[in-house]
């Protein structure tokens, strides 16, 4: 096993993010953090006259979590359009973490559905950032690039 320092393992905050709305890249949001994954969809099943389950993956699904700033009204807007009867924006999610001894893994998700979207609250007991957060599912996603090693 090779030695590795804590500091070439990246922190959750060496990164950015970024979120395209109907093909152009815009700041609609400010990425606070971001948790995505891809499920299994697991079929099980014990055959006649064995003891052991057996198991096989057929196929998977993206989600996630997300917690944003709202610094635009992009995303506000887009939902506007969606309600007035357009279409739902086309979602991309793209962000990277990196360090200069690891370098930098890269992620894009592709046809994100955001399953709710804030519009901002009021808090007369907060001076704090106004944070929104929301469950998301994605089609697709492609590492653009990995760690090093």
Known sequence: MSDRTLSSIPSGHDGQGYVTIGGRVVEALRIRKVDARVDMTKESKRFLGERMTRN???GMSGSGNLSWYNSTSALAQAMAEYKAGGEYPQLT????AET????RQEVILRGVILENVSFGALDDGSD?????ESP???????ILSAYNG
Not at 136 to 142: E, L, N, R, Y
């Open 100 to 103: 200069p001894s690891a370098g």
């Open 56 to 58: 096989a993956v057929r």
């Open 136 to 142: 998301f599912s994605f089609d697709d996603f492609d």
């Open 93 to 96: 999610l793209q962000y990277y």
């Open 128 to 132: 704090e950032s106004q944070v929104c």
